[in-house]
């Protein structure tokens, strides 16, 4: 699951960079960069996820 | 932040930087004593050494390998153009190509000397960083390892990309996004580095004994020693002043008149966050935190080092008030909510603290296409950098073990890892005195 996350927040900065090479006009560029930066919040939220439940599992 | 494009420093300048680079460790020795300060009395003579040892290791594999890749010596023998790939028809610098060694240094011009030297000073605030998040639990050995492959790969590519005329630096030139990635004081390619390697530590090392017990809260486990915290954060304020000014010379060129300003600014920002926190804490626990609001001083300082030379003075009072606010709450969200065991808060105050001052200096900045260059830079590190890391040290973590045994975290890491305590007459507390 960490991993899954990890390659998530991977797949939105190449959405935020493909972002400046696509557009030039500066409203879409900016929109799709936030796009990027909101598949990489999701994607923080799946690793971070995924270190709550190993935790849950390994509480003594 | 093109060193190439840079006009050549006068000699007061190149002085005056000088004499501020000097200056600069100061705040390396605070985020040390904080360090030290916030992790048990058991631990405190190996937290302390491991800063030393850390520090030593990356100015050495810096300048033996990392240098080399940074790639800010231009015009060195052995130097080349550095390697870029093009793609939709602008040039994309990913690596910086210079001598190994640190070869032919005194021989560059001022400015690339001093760029040198301040980037040999950000690598060693960069190892220390996860050193804090790790402490009570992270051996000796795993921290220098941590240090040189930081020290070797992670920060020298960072720092060509964001100082060294890479791609980062390099959107304002090729994309219109303003003036680039802006990062004068290294929040983004020193301290954020150092918050998502702290991360990716906590991840890979887990949390100490006894911190998430099988039923009801996490345990309280408080720093031994608050003045270690508070002093360190006195000693990070003169660092930092040192440190924002001298990287607004190098990296923003800024002219000799607008110094005074970004020291302002660093201290405005430092002194809001300190009032927010303070408040914030006083209000939800009814009495003021020190280790808290020792936090969210180092988050208004770090916020600082990415917008201190570009904001005004108003600006910098409401960007270290934003960084004190989040800092007690987001410290206490990850500790209660996401079962992340940081004792230093490096992750809160160095990561999240320096993706607020790079937003930050985007939001204010009056350059068209400013923010989305600052965007693109916090993507990147987000991105690229922390998996990045993460994989890296997930790797090292198997030839090097990055948690001590059970035992040696019983004991106390001074006793196990040197033999003998940092406060030998002094009654030291047990693991079970938590509970």
């Known amino acids: 699951m960490k991993y899954a996350g990890l390659l998530v927040m991977a797949a939105g900065f190449f959405l935020s960079i493909s972002a400046i090479v696509l557009y030039t006009s500066p409203t879409p560029r900016a929109a799709f960069v936030l796009c990027g930066l909101a598949v990489q919040g999701l994607g923080l939220f799946v690793a971070m996820r995924a270190h709550m439940e190993a935790r849950g599992e390994s509480r003594s | ?435």
Not at chain 2, 77 to 100: I, V
Not at chain 2, 249 to 278: D, K, M, Q, R
Request: charged share 10%; proline share 5%; hydrophobic share 55%.
């Open chain 2, 1 to 435: 932040m093109n060193l190439q494009a840079a006009l050549p420093l006068t000699d007061s300048a190149f002085a005056l930087t000088l004499a501020l680079l000097l200056l600069a460790p100061l705040a390396i020795a605070g985020v040390a004593l904080i360090n030290t300060g916030l992790g048990r009395s058991r631990s405190a003579a190996q937290a302390l050494l491991g800063n030393l040892a850390m520090v030593a290791v990356a100015a050495i594999v810096f300048a033996v390998v990392g240098a080399a890749i940074t790639g800010n010596l231009p015009g060195t023998p052995g130097a080349a153009a550095g390697h870029s790939f093009y793609a939709a028809g602008k040039p994309w610098s990913w690596l910086g190509a210079g001598p190994f060694l640190l070869g032919g240094l005194g021989s560059v011009p001022a400015l690339s000397q001093l760029a040198v030297l301040f980037e040999l000073l950000a690598v060693a605030m960069v190892v220390i960083i996860p050193w804090g998040s790790g402490a009570d639990r992270l051996r000796l050995s795993a921290g220098v390892s941590i240090s040189a492959v930081l020290a070797a790969v992670i920060f020298p590519l960072l720092a060509h990309w964001v100082w060294a005329g890479g791609w980062l630096s390099q959107l304002g030139v090729n994309f219109s996004l303003g003036a680039g990635f802006l990062d004068g004081g290294g929040a983004g390619t020193a301290h954020v580095l150092g918050g998502i390697s702290a991360l990716a530590v906590v991840w890979i090392a887990g949390s100490r004994r006894g911190k998430f017990p099988k039923e009801g809260l996490a345990t309280a486990m408080p720093g031994h020693n608050a003045v270690y915290v508070a002093f360190g954060c006195l000693l990070a304020l003169v660092g930092w002043l040192a440190w924002n000014v001298a990287g607004a010379v190098i990296w923003l060129h800024a002219p000799l008149a607008a110094l005074p300003v970004t020291a302002v600014n660093t201290l405005l920002s430092a002194s809001g966050a300190l009032a927010a926190t303070f408040t914030v804490t006083r209000v939800r626990f009814g009495k003021p935190d020190a280790s808290l609001c020792a936090n969210g001083w180092l988050a208004g300082l770090v916020a600082s080092s990415a917008c201190a030379g570009l904001v005004t003075s108003a600006e910098s009072i409401f960007i270290g008030l934003a960084a004190g606010i989040i800092t007690p709450l987001l410290v206490e969200l990850l500790e209660l909510a996401v079962s992340i065991d940081d004792p230093s808060g490096a992750i809160t105050v160095h990561a999240v603290g320096g993706l607020w001052g790079l937003l930050a200096a985007g939001v204010f900045a009056p350059q068209a296409g400013q923010l989305v260059a600052q965007l693109i830079g916090i993507a990147t590190l987000l991105g690229l950098v922390l998996p990045g890391v993460y994989l890296i040290f997930k790797v090292l973590d198997r030839f090097v073990p990055f948690r001590v045994d059970p035992d040696g975290e019983r004991i106390g890491m001074d006793l196990h890892e040197l033999g003998g305590g940092a406060y030998p007459e002094f009654v030291i507390h047990r693991d079970d005195s938590y509970r």
